[in-house]
């Protein structure tokens, strides 16, 4: 398995504990992830570390749900490239440079994450790990709106997060 090139960007946000992200941590875990849904590369990811009031914000701003949540995923690039309402691009009107495989942001809520690994009884770490494999998963198409995609999406997240962990115990 071939991880992609990736280019990768952690911001904080907010203020939360030492220890339970750390930038080399979740590049490699975003590559990892990455490669096992066989994306090519190359990849640009940021990843905003937040709190309540800025993901509800960005909830509310980006999707009209005016709530607090765990991860908010935005994909950047265009998903039909070299199209243009649907139809190919005249010759010459292509990107000049390498098409990125998948650019995107994710902003997770490291105090909802706190939250939810309590309940699990699992730690915060491990918490935010699955909330940014579940965001990449949302930045490649998987959706959670419905019980069907949402029981395979949860599946695909909780084995990409038990092999990680297999080979990063």
């Known amino acids: ?52 009031k800025r993901i509800r914000e960005l909830n509310r701003r980006f999707r009209g749900v005016d709530r607090t949540t765990d991860v908010i995923s935005f994909r950047n690039d265009d998903p039909h490239p070299g199209r243009r309402g649907g139809r190919p691009l005249p010759s010459g009107e292509g990107p000049r440079q390498p098409r990125v495989r998948v650019q995107g942001d994710l902003a997770i809520n490291v105090h909802q994450a706190a939250l939810q690994a309590k309940k699990m009884r699992h730690s915060t770490c491990r918490e935010m790990r699955l909330l940014l494999i579940h965001g990449i998963l949302h930045l490649l198409g998987y959706t959670d709106y419905e019980p069907r995609p949402r029981r395979r999406m949860f599946k695909r997240q909780n084995a990409l997060l038990r092999a990680w962990e297999r080979k990063h115990p």
């Open 1 to 52: 398995m071939n991880e992609p090139e990736i280019q990768f960007t952690l911001l904080k946000s907010t203020v939360f504990p030492t220890g339970i992200v750390s930038t080399k941590d979740f590049e490699a875990l975003a590559a990892f992830a990455l490669g096992h849904e066989r994306v090519k590369g190359p990849v640009e990811l940021s990843v905003d570390i937040t709190g309540h």
